[in-house]
């Protein structure tokens, strides 16, 4: 975990072994209001996870170090207190596969890379929005 929460700012988890695309999502995030956390591959987001934090949604990458972001997505799913945060899925592969497993898993949306600042704002506004009225 790389990122101090902002008091009062809801937090997103993003997790992708690509520094840029990370420092990237991070700042789209964080233009949209919320608190980003970051894991550089999948062992250390699933830490963040188990740290009890709390999560309006999380951006994952599917094909990290360590742990797949489909697998990150299925603990998700399997954990009450995780089950009902929105997964969006970023890759660069251009496998369909990967999709089809990404919504299998319990991802709500999923975003082919490369992708603009735009995409991924309005599907931070449509899933996030959703699940966090706040906001």
Known sequence: MTDAPNAGQSQILIADDDPAILRLVKAIVEKEGFSAVTARDGKEAYKVLQSGEKFVAAIFDVVMP????????????????HMRIPVIMMT????????????????????????????LQTMLRMFVAKNNPSQ
């Open 66 to 81: 360590y742990i797949q972001g489909t697998e990150l997505v299925r603990y998700m799913q399997s954990e009450k207190r």
């Open 92 to 119: 660069a592969e251009q496998n369909a596969r990967l999709s089809s497993d990404s919504f299998a898993a319990g991802a709500v949306a999923f975003l082919p890379k490369p992708f603009t600042h735009a995409q």
